[in-house]
């Protein structure tokens, strides 16, 4: 397993391009581990990761998040063994730090050894860093749905339907305390990729209410004008510096302009 990674980093050209590609790979690598332990019986797989992976986002990511939607399946910790186990099995140099006892568990899985092997870094030490979050306490009002995917390895996840994910991304560009550039890529994917897309308001106004939003609640008639207005304000020169280094095509950004998400968030159908 471990010549493999390193052999789809050969075949990248580009330090950020080798990077992504192997950092993808370990990621499908710990998904399947996780659906072989029976963690998508309870936990749905959301956020930026899983719009690559169950629909095709043009840029990669550093995280997996998802959503316990029960109290069924493995405790964490259990998962985060069976994580590092399994990847020592199969060559990799792995440490594993996690944290159960608060509302978002999380975890950071770091793999030594590859970016040195990959030529990305002349340091041994320099490590992969894949982070696993898994919020205990979603946001009531999501509709799930199961999808299979075969990316790598063939999977069966629990997931949200594409308001409900959308839903996520809204709440993200509203609330976060400081400009993530991805988020608005994101943005403008899921308003170019599905015209009309409306986030579950539900969901949405749950999330909000539980990160302390002071505004007015958006409605699915005035959730664009409150998301412009954010992204009005926005400095596209961080956007794009931060997004760009994860973007299969990095002149993707010349689409995804503020001047065209903009006009985005303006056409309604």
Not at 26 to 47: C, E
Not at 180 to 207: C, E, H, M
Not at 221 to 248: C, H, I, P, Q
Request: glycine content about 8%; overall charge positive.
């Amino acid at each position: 397993m471990k010549d493999y990674v390193l052999e789809l980093a050969a075949k990248q050209s580009g330090m950020n391009a080798k990077l992504n590609v192997m950092r993808e790979y370990l990621q499908a690598y710990i998904l399947r581990v996780m659906h072989d332990n029976g963690a998508f019986s309870n936990l749905a797989f959301v956020g930026g990761t899983a719009l690559r992976f169950l629909h095709r986002l043009p840029r990669f990511s550093e995280d997996l998040d998802f959503s316990a939607e029960n109290i069924k399946g493995p405790a964490f910790a259990e998962l985060m063994r069976k994580i590092k186990e399994e990847l020592s099995l199969a060559g990799y140099k792995v440490g594993v730090k996690f944290n159960d006892q608060k509302i978002v568990n999380s975890a950071f899985v770091k793999i030594g050894g590859l970016m040195k092997d990959a030529g990305i870094s002349a340091f041994a030490e320099h490590n992969i860093s894949i982070k696993i979050e898994v919020d205990t306490n979603p946001p009531k009002g999501a509709v799930t749905e199961t999808m299979i995917v075969n990316k790598y390895f063939p999977l069966s996840f629990l997931t949200y339907e594409k308001g409900s994910l959308f839903a996520g991304k809204v709440h993200a560009v509203l609330s976060r305390e400081y400009t993530k550039g991805r988020d608005y890529f994101d943005l403008g994917w899921y308003l170019s990729k599905w015209f009309g897309i409306t986030p579950n308001i539900v969901q949405l106004n749950n999330a909000l209410k539980q990160t302390g939003w002071k505004k007015e609640f958006p409605t699915e008639k005035t959730w664009r004008n409150v998301v412009l207005g954010v992204a009005n304000k926005v400095d596209w020169s961080k956007v794009k510096k931060d997004a760009e280094n994860f973007l299969e095509r990095p002149e993707d950004m010349g689409v995804f302009t503020k001047e065209n998400i903009l006009h985005l968030l303006r056409k309604e159908d």
